[in-house]
């Protein structure tokens, strides 16, 4: 980044109360700690602290100047010192990264979906990286913060940009996207996630579609084609539609999905083309993210050829169904990284699929912020560890109680579920229960870091 301050305080309808107009920003922050030389450091109040308190140290660390919502600030700022003052610093933020981004002429995606956007994200930028350089969402930066911070980080040399895109309400998506004006817009799926907010899955569809409210002629999006609310929801936004996933009409269509060699192989039709892909993982939702990423790198001019053997390198990072395997042809999968129903119903079939020998055992934790879909949720997976017949079910946590209820209620025995209210109560019973022929799978939402748990049973079993 190379910026005159001048065109910051314009692009933030900012008062340059202290500094010089010509000073050169190279970057920006919001925790005081990792200012360096040349940054902006946007002062936000937060839960616990409020930025306007650490303006001493973002001085101290260099920073070009700081961006400031109180006017009595000023009396901090000694000689030397920059400061702006702003009405609202995230708007100041976002406003800053929208005028920034603007400034570069390349193909920006907004990746969106309710599950798997991290994931889909991944493996598109994994995709795009072996022809152009790429900027990505790092980790889960996909809010109305991690967003403009994100697009704050292009420089000149990137080709192309991928940013994940959440939401939890109506709105939030067009806002995200009026900051970043993607080109392209992948809309993975349509599920019962942030149903507290947005009431039903109708609603849900419509507010995925924002992202499609700012493409222009010559932009298209790419949306999941198995999904009739969500192709009713993007019938008003006029750019150009590509679908994927298994329908008759998906421009890229999925045939057949076969697990093999702890991974998936996918049969698809490309633009009428047959082709074989291979994903390293072998779970039928997560092909369905590949299939997207493929679908969306092919239509941003990558061949088919590099797509494929970046497919083959995909690694989806520690605690994403990380398969570990044990001494007798059992194996932990490690799904600790989040949790909700569907992630949880994937894992499920995912284990179901790699049993070899042994028990399958499910370790499954509470999920965390579902709303008023809390219980019904919970119920949901305990009736899926049911179908996919989990022969023992550790249910752990408060809410947890719901998945070991509905899986009694549906069939299972009462010495085949258990329920512990923490995870230092079960491990007694799992150490004695689990052998090294078992299939066991972890997976909880992160708050219960359930990861702790499997490391333990690794050592033991
Ligand atoms: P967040 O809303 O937290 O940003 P996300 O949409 O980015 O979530 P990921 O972090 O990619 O989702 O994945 C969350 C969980 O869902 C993981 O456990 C992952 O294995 C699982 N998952 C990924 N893709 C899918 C999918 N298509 N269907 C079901 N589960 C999936
Ligand atoms: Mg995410």
Not at 136 to 157: A, H, M, R, V, W
Not at 228 to 240: F, G, S, T
Not at 375 to 390: F, L, S
């Amino acid at each position: 980044m190379h910026l005159e301050l001048g065109f910051v305080v314009d692009s933030i309808k900012g008062k340059l109360l202290a500094g010089n107009e010509k000073t050169i920003v190279n970057g920006v922050e919001i925790d005081s700690r990792r200012v360096k030389p040349g940054y902006l450091f946007f002062a936000f109040k937060g839960e616990s602290s409020d930025g306007h308190d650490f303006l001493e140290d973002a001085w101290k660390n260099g920073a070009a100047a700081v961006i400031v919502s109180r006017g009595d600030c000023l009396t901090k700022a000694g000689p030397g010192k920059s400061l702006i003052l702003v009405n609202d610093t995230l708007d100041a933020l976002q406003d800053l990264a929208a005028a920034y981004r603007r400034s570069f002429n390349i193909p920006v995606v907004a990746v969106t979906g309710s599950v798997g956007k991290t994931s889909t994200k991944d493996i598109l930028a994994l995709c795009l990286q072996s022809r152009f350089k790429t900027l990505k969402t790092s980790g889960n930066y996909n809010n109305e913060i991690g967003l403009p911070l994100t697009l704050l980080q292009l420089d000149k040399t990137h080709q192309v940009a991928v940013l994940e895109m959440a939401m939890r309400g109506q709105g939030e998506l067009l806002q995200l996207a009026t900051i970043a004006q993607p080109s392209s817009a992948l809309i993975s799926n349509v599920e019962k996630v942030h149903l507290e907010t947005l009431g039903s899955l109708e609603n849900i569809a419509r507010a995925k579609a924002e992202v499609m409210a700012t493409l222009g002629a010559g932009d298209f999006a790419l949306i999941n084609g198995d999904s009739p609310l969500l192709e009713e929801a993007v019938r008003p936004y006029a750019a150009k539609k590509y679908r994927f996933g298994y329908s008759k009409s998906c421009d890229f269509r999925i045939e057949e999905t076969i697990i093999k060699n702890q991974g998936i192989e996918i049969r698809l039709i490309c633009l009428g083309q047959s082709e074989k892909l291979f994903l390293p993982l072998p779970s039928r939702r997560w092909a369905m993210n590949a299939v997207a990423a493929a679908a969306m790198a092919f239509l941003l001019g990558v061949p088919l050829e590099e797509i494929k053997s970046s497919l083959l390198n995909f690694n989806p990072g520690s605690k994403r169904l990380e398969i570990i395997p044990l001494p007798d042809g059992g194996k932990i999968i490690n799904d600790t990284y989040n949790a909700n129903p569907l992630s949880m119903i994937n894992a499920l079939e995912t284990s179901r699929e790699l049993q070899e020998k042994g028990k399958l055992v499910a370790v499954l934790g509470d999920m965390l912020e579902l709303g008023d879909y809390e219980q019904e949720g919970h119920r949901e997976v305990g009736h899926h560890a049911v179908k996919n017949q989990v022969d023992l079910l550790i249910c752990i946590g408060e809410r947890a109680a719901w998945m070991a209820e509905a899986a009694r209620a549906a069939g299972m025995a009462g010495e085949q579920v258990r329920h512990f209210l923490s995870k230092e109560e079960s491990i007694g019973f799992l150490k004695q229960s689990l052998n090294s022929s078992d299939t066991i799978l972890f997976k909880a939402s992160r708050g219960m870091q359930l990861e702790s748990l499997a490391e333990e049973i690794y050592s033991e079993v």
